[in-house]
């Protein structure tokens, strides 16, 4: 008797347990579907016209140096780029990372731009990578914009974190209150990319405190940087507060309900928005080792009088 | 006040069901649908197999071909005998066919197929029939003697007499008769045995025992005669079968003692020819071999396709000419997507697109399951070594799958030539697939290779080859075939599912998984 009392506490466990995690079906059906409009979705799939809103809201974003609509504007672009470095190249419609390019110093004596580990990069290529992407070879669509950022430096914390590149800070508003938030960092093994499946790091935030509490590689908590050695828990992003502000500026400047928001924190200029995202994903939770159920509960508790 | 979302959705969801349900019953009481129809029958496809050595000469081969009757449909006769010709006249209740040539060759090959659909037949004798002292004279042929029936000899009398079969009414002569002929020993002898000598030797094979009961039949006055024909067990083989008819109030009824069916023909018998004649008569001196091959395969049954007279979908296929496999495919699209959601949304099994599986599945019909994976590969396998090639050359997106397109065309003609040199023959039917459904799944290939890298893409592949499998089992699923053509509203159960896992926030069976650290901590404080 007292075995089949056990299991039935363990799967009542499970099941007050599962309510709090959410899944793809509930996610899409409690928040996407009821807080995104499918025709505000350009505004988080295009990130020059995010960009658009964002200014015209004052959410602080990096600079645009450039941007390229067409194989027209190609030469121009490229000319007025010559001269200057550090800045990003990325397309407007752009996943994944794919076809961002990031230039280093303008080298006058070769006459092209230094990339990561001292490569040359010369206008004709930068042309042609241009060419490439108004031509839409990293959107799947017939044709996009090409924009150019100045290059984040980002703040020593991230900077100590992934040297090579940017790592961001991953908000989830709902309906523009943050309801959680990680940190996302690329490693070698991610090949620098950000993405937790592909072996980044997840780095949780405490919302209250803005200190790291918990960390996650390869669906396995560590306390350390898997490559670097460096600790991960217990530092305090800077700037927590603005970060949670500009999220939150973000995601009022758009029509979309539910969002993921990532923000850069830059050395001098703080707190930027690089992007937002309309359909955030779920690893957060195992990130947090916190169900966004529970999350929403919290937040809920939180606003009430 | 305007009703709920909730509202709204479980009134649609119940007017489905509730009309799915009444419209189904209201066919079975009101319009006499029977359920019990819609389960398959067995159709056999039958294939005489003759070789001969004519050695330059003139052939003549006789034999026999079924007609259909109360116990068996044939249908789709085909002949193929190069260099005979094939020639066919009625004797008497049988169909005699001919085939003859001049100069045939040695190694010459007939090979003549029908299909036939049986139906078992069972007949209630009365207890007590008498046995009629006059009978018309096309049935009073079967009281006579033949040369291998020795009706008159006196120990065919003697075991009638022993037997008590030589008066009463028809059944016990006939209970009797079949019974001693039954118990006689089985003995597995080809060649012919007459009445005498199976009741001197007490052994008999098919044939021996048969004449015998038409022997003691005919004696005991009651006409009988022997049936020629087949039992049709898949497989090949080249023995022939013997049973009997006795003719009682007004009908040849069938009886086989060696495989003890009493007034009954099991399904699976196919009628040939009544008679004691041969199989097969051929010119003397050639060299002559035969063989029946025989396949079953499971069809809807013909009393579920007249049953279906409101909404009938089928009969609309048949006016338009349209192949039943059509139909089929049409009607079990929806319930193929239906088992793609569960696997995407309730297990969580990633699929390239949503209705990609049901359709591979439906595209496999003609390859069966195992070589429509096979192609799916082998298609999949020339994507990605294009890709590979075609990175070096950074081409744009649509031009790109344009090329992929004409690489799953080659691939699908080499393969098809590959396979024929091989005598691979399902693998040459891959041809059939249809074109748009493969390059769909190249395209959804190529782009989860691109976008997500190789690992999400052979994921997903593994999904769509699983959820395919599982599409392909349900989809041809007979029973279930032959069920949405009779009662198409099951369709409106099928939506009425999709509605239910429209609104399941429910996770997947995969995100326990995926969560299973979050749902083992206890609760946060």
């Known amino acids: 008797m007292t075995v089949v009392r056990a299991l039935r506490e363990r799967l009542g466990g499970l099941l007050a347990r599962r309510a709090r995690v959410v899944g793809i079906n509930r996610r899409n059906l409690t928040l996407v579907y009821p807080n995104n409009r499918r025709r505000d979705y350009p505004l988080a799939d ?55 390019l990031v230039v280093g110093e303008w080298d006058q004596v070769a006459g092209a731009w230094r990339r990561a580990g001292g490569r040359l990069l010369t206008p004709l290529t930068m042309a042609r990578h241009l060419a490439d992407i108004v031509f ?3 959107s799947n669509q017939l044709e996009d914009r090409a924009f150019v950022e100045r290059r984040v430096s980002p703040h020593a914390l991230f900077a100590g974190l992934w040297a090579d590149g940017l790592c961001d800070v991953r908000v989830i508003t709902l309906r523009a209150r943050p309801i959680m938030a990680m940190i996302r960092v690329p490693t070698a093994e991610s090949d620098g990319r950000a993405n937790l499946h592909q072996g980044g790091l997840g780095i949780a935030i405490d919302l209250a405190s803005g200190r790291t509490c918990r960390a996650l590689h390869r669906g396995r908590p560590v306390t350390h940087h898997p490559e670097s050695g460096a600790p991960l828990l217990g530092l305090d992003v800077p700037d927590w507060s603005a970060v949670l502000e500009t999220a939150r500026r973000a995601a009022a400047a758009v029509p979309l309900g539910y969002l993921g928001v990532d923000v850069v924190v830059d050395a001098e200029a703080g707190p930027l928005v690089l992007e937002i995202n309309a359909r955030p994903g779920l690893e957060i939770q195992n990130v947090l080792g916190l169900g966004l159920g529970e999350a929403l509960a919290a937040a809920a508790v939180a606003v009430a009088p | 006040m305007p009703p709920s979302h909730a509202t709204k959705i479980t009134a649609v969801s119940a007017a489905l069901v509730l009309g799915g349900l ?13 359920v019990s129809d819609v389960l398959p029958v067995t159709q056999y496809e039958v294939t005489y197999a003759i070789e001969l050595d004519g050695r330059g000469g003139e052939v003549k081969v006789r034999s026999f071909l079924p007609s259909s009757d109360a116990h068996q449909h044939v249908t789709e006769e085909k002949d193929v005998a190069l260099g005979l010709h094939l020639t066919q006249a009625m004797e008497g209740a049988n169909r005699v066919a001919t085939w003859t040539g001049d100069r045939v060759p040695d190694g010459a090959q007939i090979r003549h197929t029908f299909k036939v659909l049986p139906h078992r037949m069972r007949y209630e004798v009365s207890p007590d029939l008498p046995v009629p002292t006059a009978y018309p004279a096309s049935v ?55 009445a005498l000598t199976a009741l001197r030797l007490g052994e008999a094979s098919c044939n021996g025992k048969s004449r015998l009961f038409v022997a003691l039949a005919r004696k005991a006055g009651i006409p009988a005669r022997l049936v020629g024909g087949l039992i049709m067990t898949p497989g090949t083989k080249k023995t022939s079968h013997q049973w009997v008819e006795a003719w009682v109030a007004g009908h040849w009824v069938p009886f086989c003692p060696t495989n003890r069916h009493f007034a009954e023909l099991p399904e699976h018998y196919l009628t040939l020819y009544v008679g004691d004649e041969p199989l097969f008569r051929h010119t003397a001196d050639v060299n002559f071999d035969y063989r029946f091959e025989t396949h079953a395969t499971l069809i809807p049954s013909p009393a579920a396709k007249a049953s279906s007279t409101s909404f009938d979908v089928w009969g609309l296929f048949d006016r338009l000419h349209l192949p039943f496999s059509l139909l089929r495919t049409i009607l079990m699209l929806p319930v193929g997507a239906l088992v793609v959601v569960i696997f995407r949304n309730v297990i969580g099994m990633p699929t390239f ?49 344009a090329i992929l397109l004409a690489a799953v065309v080659f691939t699908l003609l080499t393969t098809t030539l590959l396979a024929e040199r091989l005598g691979l023959a399902p693998l040459t039917k891959v041809t059939l697939f249809p074109i748009a459904v493969l390059a769909i799944c190249a395209e959804r290939f190529y782009l989860s290779l691109t976008e997500h890298g ?4 052979g994921q997903e592949l593994a999904g769509t080859l699983v959820v395919t499998l599982a599409c392909y089992v349900v989809m041809n699923s ?3 075939q032959v069920l949405l053509i009779g009662f198409p509203e099951v369709l409106f159960l099928v939506i009425a599912a999709d509605i239910y896992l429209g609104r399941w926030v429910g996770m997947r069976l995969s995100e326990y998984l995926r969560f299973r650290g979050l749902l083992r901590r206890e609760a946060s404080p």
């Open chain 1, 46 to 100: 295009d990130k020059l016209l995010a960009k658009e809103r964002f200014l015209a809201a004052g959410v602080p974003v990096p600079e645009t140096l450039a941007t390229c609509r067409g194989l027209f504007e190609v030469p121009t672009t490229v000319d007025a780029l010559v001269g200057h470095g550090a800045f990003v190249v990325k397309p407007a419609n752009g996943s994944g990372g794919g076809g961002i």
């Open chain 1, 136 to 138: 839409g070879v990293h």
């Open chain 2, 22 to 34: 009444g419209l189904m019953a209201y066919k079975v009481r009101a319009l006499g649908y029977v």
């Open chain 2, 140 to 194: 009073a042929v079967s009281l006579r003697p033949e040369k291998e029936i020795q009706v008159d000899a006196p120990e065919i009398a003697a075991l009638l007499g022993r037997l008590d079969a030589g008066q009463g009414p028809a059944l016990q002569r006939l209970t009797r008769i079949y019974q001693a002929t039954a118990d006689l020993r089985p003995r597995p002898f080809k060649g012919t045995t007459d």
């Open chain 2, 353 to 401: 697109g949503t209705f990609l599986p049901a359709l591979l599945a439906a595209s496999a019909g003609e390859t069966g399951a195992a070589w429509g994976v096979v192609t799916v590969v082998i298609v999949v396998a020339a994507v990605a070594a294009v890709r590979w090639v075609l990175q070096e050359l950074e081409l744009l997106h649509s031009p790109t799958l």
């Open chain 2, 454 to 457: 190789g690992r999400a893409a």
């Open chain 2, 478 to 480: 007979l029973a279930l």
